[in-house]
């Protein structure tokens, strides 16, 4: 990734209601959810919120599927993982010892998740 695409990306997410739709798509993975959802979870208007879900795209944060009428939003996590590795590029000057808080963190991706996320899961 280049500096200039990874300012836009952060100019993108630099806006409150763009930050809580990245957040809460990254929350509704793998499955997403449609553009009406998002605006009303987040109590925007659809209109506003299709502006906001533009920019994002734009930025390579959100890619979109239509699903007959509904539009449905995914995070995209490859670009997040490009993002991630573009800021952590020249980390910890070969000490990877000083990024192991860091590591812990993203490694609770999966403890995080709640008990009941795989029964819903395998019941849909």
Same mark, same amino acid.
Request: charged share 15%; net charge neutral.
């Given at each position: 990734?280049?500096?200039?695409?990874?300012?836009?990306?952060?100019?993108?997410?630099?806006?409150?209601?763009?930050?809580?739709?990245? @957040?809460?798509?990254?929350?509704?993975?793998?499955?997403?959810?449609?553009?009406?959802?998002?605006?009303?979870?987040? !109590?925007?208007?659809?209109?506003?919120?299709? &502006?906001?879900?533009?920019?994002? &795209? @734009?930025?390579?944060?959100v890619?979109?599927? @239509?699903? !007959?009428?509904?539009?449905?939003?995914?995070? =995209?996590? &490859?670009?997040?993982?490009?993002?991630? +590795?573009?800021?952590? +590029?020249?980390?910890?000057?070969?000490?990877?010892?000083?990024?192991? !808080?860091?590591?812990?963190?993203? =490694?609770?991706?999966?403890?995080?998740?709640? &008990?009941d996320?795989?029964?819903?899961?395998? =019941?849909?």
């Open positions: 990734m280049e500096i200039t695409n990874a300012i836009a990306s952060f100019a993108a997410l630099s806006q409150d209601t763009r930050l809580k739709a990245f @957040r809460l798509l990254v929350s509704q993975e793998p499955v997403g959810l449609p553009a009406g959802e998002i605006a009303r979870q987040l !109590s925007v208007p659809h209109n506003t919120m299709s &502006a906001h879900l533009s920019v994002l &795209a @734009r930025a390579g944060w890619v979109s599927q @239509r699903h !007959s009428r509904h539009i449905i939003y995914r995070a =995209s996590l &490859a670009h997040m993982e490009g993002v991630i +590795q573009f800021l952590l +590029q020249d980390c910890c000057a070969g000490h990877p010892e000083l990024c192991a !808080s860091l590591m812990e963190n993203l =490694s609770r991706c999966e403890s995080a998740k709640p &008990a996320a795989d029964n819903l899961s395998n =019941s849909q």
